[in-house]
């Protein structure tokens, strides 16, 4: 079906097309390692290429601002519902357009311009909208930050020294590249000793949360933000989950629309309405539980090969690779040479990274790509064996390295059918 789609639109537009089919066949051909990515359903993706996306509906359902909305309004409200039974709480903006969206809204109902805010720092795994300097988040708000000791883990006692000394409206929590389980109990506890509200985002895990395996931040948390395209496989977009009365008491509504959005995408609403029942069901925890072997298996097959990771290891979908015991080879280095050999990661900053910001001297890496083509633990060797000859000898093992990614890929196909 995904197929057929691409081929009507190539003959529809035979320029855009033919790109849509260059990145299928990227997508085919690589090994996804980028730990935010995911390769979501066909039913999933089509609900986004549905008539849907010709509906305007500002407002709510059963509240718009729009005539016709009977339709968009049952399916807004499906996925309210199944995103409320998922993560078990009791108020859910399925609205959000990414991720950032939600925090947005979600800092603007929570604090006032210049209220002081406490996040985890970009440099130490935290991410651009929880206080970076050049978001909104840091431009707008009093931001101090914490991040994470030299072993790579957060350190919840000085995070409570700091919250007690600065006495901030709001903590953050959550991280782009924190490889271990965040303590959300202890956050809560950190906050309520410095009267702080807690808002938790929760936008890597939120599979893992779903399906049960990682603490969930639903009963510590004020308020939750997750995005619906990593861990949970949905569609590009973003999450708010509270609960009633803090949902009330803060509007988080009108904080995301009229606050900071206008018409909500009703398409991608009807694709997490499918990803959020998908993931209700018992394959998608067999799935989650599926990413954390792998993860761990990687983990271990890396460490054998040589390679040093952050924090020693991993509890979750992803991990930090610190390459500083590769002389001469950068994160930004590292990131092009497995382009050539259809491997994709990130670049990352490691803790304490020598090199600036756009260089990196680490790479995160995650497998929830992977495991959704069916990748098994078993795989993760040659993997770990692939990416340990692009570190260390890539001229002479390239051609080798290539082969091994091809045919692995070729194992696993997407949307075949
Ligand atoms: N860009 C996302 C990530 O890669 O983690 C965060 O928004």
New binding site residues.
Partial sequence: MIKEVMDYIEKADPEVGREIWKEYERQQQNIEL???ENIISAASMLAMGSVLTNKYAEGYPGKRYYGGCSVVDRIESIAIERAKKLFHCEYANVQPHS??QANMAVMMALCSPGDKVLGMSLDAGG??THGSSVNFSGRYFSVSSYGINEAGFLDYDEIEETALRLRPKLIIAGA??YPRIIDFRRFREIADRCGAILWVDM??IAGLVAAGLHPSPIPYAHVTTT?TH?TLRGPRGGLILSDKETAERFQLDKNLFPGSQGGPLEHVIAAKAICFGEAMKPEFSDYQRQILKNTRALAEALMLQGFRLVSGGTENHLMLLDLTNLPGLSGKDFQNRCDEVHITL?RNAIPNDPRPHFITSGVRIGTAAISSRGFTEAEMEPIAECLWKTAADFEKSKEEVLQTILSLSAAHPIYEG
């Fill in positions: 980028i730990a935010s991720g950032a991410h651009l782009s590249a936008a890597h995005t990593k990130n």
